[in-house]
């Protein structure tokens, strides 16, 4: 299985600061990464897939990047409704592994 | 616009077989090829068990597979989780979800999901 590895584990931010989220995975997986923001009680939700491509209706102060092994989630200026739980998933090789989750918390 | 809602027992026995069913409504269950279950556990995190075809080809976890079998009822519009003998480990949040396509399985349709204890 690839082991998808994510840090940090909690992230204490404010409003308005660049928060980033790294993915690391295993192996080589191209760009076939997802990212997923989860509120208590809730599903995850789809915000990215193919490592940088902003799922539709998710506000572009996300963004993503990186391959290969090494991703990144970037929210350029974080808002309130922001704070949650981001996950990855990737979708190269079954089973899909996921991530174990980034908690951002406010500061 | 698709939605899924899963449904079934929220206990279950331990050694016991854990049975849930998704149903589908927005669109037929025969506008979309795959259909998936995955759940949540504070100690696991999120874990893909597995996928069906609209064949019947499954695909399931290896980790999950010598328990675990995934039916799809096209007159129902719904799909279905067996897990046999489970265990504490097996207690979870439950979602059903839908992969993008055949080549993208990253999930952007997802039940609200349903808890599932198992007890001794």
Known sequence: DIEMTQSPSTLSASIGDRVTITCRASQSISRWLAWYQQKPGKAPKLLMYKASSLESGVPSRFSGSGSGTEFTLTISSLNPDDFATYYCQQYNTSPWTFGQGTKVEIK | ?120
């Open chain 2, 1 to 120: 616009q698709v939605r899924l809602q899963e449904s079934g027992p929220g206990l279950v026995k331990s050694s016991g077989t854990l049975s849930l069913t998704c149903a589908v409504s927005g669109d037929p269950i025969s506008s979309r090829n795959w259909w998936s279950w995955v759940r949540q556990s504070p100690g696991k995190g999120l874990e893909w068990i597995g996928e069906i075809f609209y064949s019947g080809a499954t695909n399931y976890n290896p980790s999950l597979k010598s328990r675990v079998t995934i039916s799809v009822d096209r007159s129902k519009n719904q799909f279905s989780l067996e897990l046999t003998s489970v265990t504490a480990a097996d207690t979870a949040m439950y979602y059903c979800a839908i992969p993008h396509s055949d080549y993208d399985y990253y999930y952007d349709y997802w039940g609200q999901g349903t808890l599932v204890t198992v007890s001794s």
